[in-house]
């Protein structure tokens, strides 16, 4: 740290991204990307052509890919927001819906960037304490006149709240924003998107960095009501007008082109899970019933963070969280069947020597 650091930023704590170590190749099941390419059409759209343009500035408005997502998801493009990566969009809407005053809350147990921009943002953030089961308790989030951030499937524990129950915060809600971070909702989640139409306080929040296979080309996107579109946009034009890039703006616009290829990609995962489920069950593991592209699970025979070294030292990468309510755990990536089975062989010679 410097000594020229401002004050009010000495003692935040960042966020801290899963590990890519590279002194040897592991399997990467850390970071819940995709283990399949982008479809075809992506990779062809990205053209010596299109890269000789790069001395000129992107669309600052976005309009084909905007109009794209609106179309696919039955919206207008003025319902839609994109993003460098959707962790801008969470940064954005902390900046414009949160503040001392007006306070959010959020799960204690769910994706850490909400706490490190409540933190950053000096929001007034509560965090709500998951069920003894994981599970999101509503009555929480009933009324509370606070902005209200929740992901669905919730990370790292895979499991989904209703779309019912989802509504009933945001109907007890409506003089407060109500974010839903959908990120892996394209795994088997229910998507709350209808009650857009519905409810102008709620904005849908969803990443092409897992459902399509595209983490390294930063995209996010969001589904809100005009008014809190443009409420974005006033932030996006205040900080970064040209937020993405050329290449990543066609990597989109292809990619909704391609959208059978994503949804096989995606019941390809899901198949794996579900596979994994019962590998995991079989080797003695408990787990939580998961809808998204990871497993959130523990055994008896090996505590959280010794299984997550001996998986590394063995080559295969997965998450661990130090927090004491979920640190037995361990936050397994659904890679390919190849990768889940070098896994579970590695997991059997572990568990032997354990
Ligand atoms: C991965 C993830 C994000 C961030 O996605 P990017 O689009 O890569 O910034 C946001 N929310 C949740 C819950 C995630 O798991």
Known sequence: MSKFLIDKYRSLEAYTPGEQPKDMQYV???TNESPFPPSCGVIEKISSA???KLNLYPDPECRELKNKIAQLYGFESDNVFVSNGSDEILSFSFMAFCSEEKGAIFP???YGFYKVYGDLYAVDYKRAPLK????IDVNDYLNVNRTVVIANPNAPTGLSLSV???EKIVSSNRDSVVLIDEAYVDFGGQTCLPLVKKYDNLLVVRTYSKSRSMAGARLGFAIGSKDLISDLDRIKYSTNPYNINRLTLLAGCAAIDDNDYYINRCSQIVEIREYSKKRLSQLGFEYLDSDSN???ARSDKIGGEDYYKKLKENGVL???????KINDFVRIT?????QMDTLFCVTEKILKEV
Not at 132 to 135: L, R, V, Y
Not at 318 to 324: I, L, N
Not at 334 to 338: C, D, L, P, S
């Open 28 to 30: 990467k099941l850390n």
């Open 50 to 52: 299109e890269i000789s």
């Open 334 to 338: 659904v890679g390919t069947k190849e």
């Open 294 to 296: 990871f497993i959130f």
């Open 164 to 166: 019912n129950d989802i």
């Open 132 to 135: 003894e089961d994981f599970t």
């Open 108 to 110: 204690n147990i769910s």
């Open 318 to 324: 997965v998450r661990h969280f130090s927090d004491e």
